[in-house]
């Protein structure tokens, strides 16, 4: 069974601050997806990584695919109190269609 | 920006009931999913469907699941006899190809309250 673990589960910072959220696996994936939920709403797709040690970059949020392809990190700098929210990342397996996801790190960016 | 929508946003229904939840994926699409969440719990897949089939499925996808695209744009997963454990919140998604590092955009999903 493929797990992926994201850490930390909850975080709360200052805003201007930096920060980073981890997704791991024992694992290797084809890609990671990174998805940002709001309450109510569906996972919306922030980016998708598929090479090994690919770096994405989205305006102040960084994402990493490890090199080995079984983690991926995001980090963002100077957080703003939009940033707030729950960040999802989702594993695919070659060959397979389903995504595998992690249970999530909700952030919360206080001004 | 084109979206999937899924209805009914809330549903309620008595346990042994069968309940229908509806999806309009993204008109290009070939590939359509079906997730769960459980208040509290991680997004869980069901079940992928592609050219009229399943292509796959999880455990959770047992014989009280079927899906259906009755038409051209609708999507629909069906639960036969619901249960108590069936509430959750429901996602469909939908992608333009299955290979796995092809994004997967998601609906705002349907809450199910099995009562």
């Known amino acids: 069974t493929q797990l992926l673990e994201q850490s930390p589960q909850f975080l709360s910072i200052q805003e201007g601050e930096n920060l980073t959220v981890y997704c791991n696996s024992s694992?290797?994936?084809?890609?990671l997806q990174w998805y940002r939920q709001e309450p109510g709403e569906g996972p919306v797709l922030l980016v998708t990584?598929?090479?090994?040690?690919e770096v994405k970059k989205l305006k102040r949020l960084t994402f990493q695919f490890g090199d080995a392809r079984k983690d991926s990190s995001l980090h963002i700098t100077a957080a703003q109190p939009g940033d707030t929210g729950l960040y999802l990342c989702?594993?695919?397996?070659?060959?397979?269609?389903?995504?595998?996801f992690g249970q999530g790190t909700r952030l919360t960016i206080n001004p | 920006e084109p979206e999937v929508t899924q209805t009914p946003s809330h549903q309620v229904t008595q346990m042994g009931q069968e309940v229908i939840l509806r999806c309009v994926p993204i008109?290009?699409?070939?590939?359509f999913y079906w997730y769960r969440q459980i208040l509290g719990q991680k997004v869980e897949f069901l079940v992928s469907?592609?050219?009229?089939?399943?292509?796959?499925k999880s455990e959770i996808f047992d014989d009280q699941f079927s899906v259906e695209r009755p038409d051209g744009s609708n999507f629909t997963l069906k639960i036969r006899s619901t249960k108590l454990e069936d509430s959750a919140m429901y996602f469909c998604?939908?992608?333009?190809?299955?290979?796995?590092?092809?994004?997967?955009?998601f609906g705002d999903g349907t809450r199910l309250s099995i009562l």
């Open positions: 469907f592609y050219n009229n089939e399943i292509s796959e």
């Open positions: 998604a939908s992608s333009r190809q299955g290979r796995g590092n092809q994004p997967q955009h």
């Open positions: 694992s290797v994936f084809s890609s």
């Open positions: 989702a594993g695919a397996s070659r060959g397979a269609q389903k995504l595998v």
């Open positions: 008109s290009n699409h070939l590939y």
């Open positions: 990584v598929v090479t090994g040690g």
